[in-house]
């Protein structure tokens, strides 16, 4: 069964620094691009962050541009979100998600999502 | 950026009844549109991928068409379990952006 857990949500201050990890099993995690996306409560879904399969190329939502950072690590599986001078307007579940097709780029639809961890940033 | 509009952004329907949503980019995007619906607690889940096809083990009664900027998907004879939101994205170029929802309700 093709799998994403993510990991690594909490509570931060404004102006803090948070990591999420996202561990992929069930396909080959490599062949494939991949996303974080978050919705605010009571909002909706919006894109993070993208990268290319084998990490040589990303993209960022203006909104988190110069604050967020996504990478992987394709001998670990797992896809990385790592959060540095957050809001109180980051606060939302974040999700990540598989490319529904196997090559380079992020994309496209997204067809396999993790249950989502939950950031909370406030003081 | 290129954004998603999609309308309307809250819709009543009743079991059996036929639905449209209605989605416009602001610039072209050939059939870089997909479609997704999510229910509060779990994962979105993607039904239509490049605008018209039906993603593995999602019911016939999804369809979507559209081409350029107008995409529309449709339901065909409601569910119960098809009340949930729906939301289009694009999947043309960076950043990747959403529609921003259409609340299905009963």
């Known amino acids: 069964e093709r799998q994403l857990v993510e990991s690594g949500g909490g509570v931060v201050r404004p102006g803090g620094s948070l990591r999420l990890s996202c561990a992929a099993s069930?396909?080959?995690?490599?062949?494939?691009?991949m996303s974080w996306v978050r919705q605010v409560s009571g909002k909706g879904l919006e894109w993070v962050a993208g990268i290319k399969w084998n990490g040589d190329n990303t993209g960022y939502a203006d909104s988190v541009k110069g604050r967020f950072t996504i990478s992987r690590d394709n001998v670990k599986n797992s896809l990385y979100l790592q959060m540095n001078s957050l809001r109180a307007e980051d606060t939302a579940l974040y999700y990540c998600?598989?490319?529904?097709?196997?090559?380079?780029?992020?994309?496209?639809?997204?067809?396999?999502w993790g249950q989502g961890t939950t950031v909370t940033v406030s003081s | 950026d290129i954004q998603m509009t999609q309308s309307p952004s809250s819709l009543s329907a009743s079991v059996g009844d036929r639905v449209t949503i209605t989605c416009r980019a602001s610039?072209?995007?050939?059939?870089?549109l997909n479609w997704y619906q999510h229910k509060p607690g779990k994962a979105p889940k993607l039904l239509i991928y490049a605008a018209t096809s039906l993603q593995s083990g999602v019911p016939s009664r999804f369809s979507g068409s559209g081409f350029a900027t107008d995409f529309t998907l449709t339901l065909s004879g409601l569910q119960p379990e098809d009340f949930a939101t729906y939301y289009c994205?694009?999947?043309?170029?960076?950043?990747?952006?959403f529609g921003q929802g259409t609340r299905l309700e009963i």
């Open positions: 610039q072209r995007i050939a059939r870089n």
């Open positions: 994205q694009q999947s043309y170029s960076s950043p990747i952006t």
């Open positions: 069930g396909f080959t995690f490599e062949d494939y691009g």
């Open positions: 998600a598989k490319a529904r097709s196997s090559g380079p780029d992020y994309l496209f639809g997204m067809d396999v």
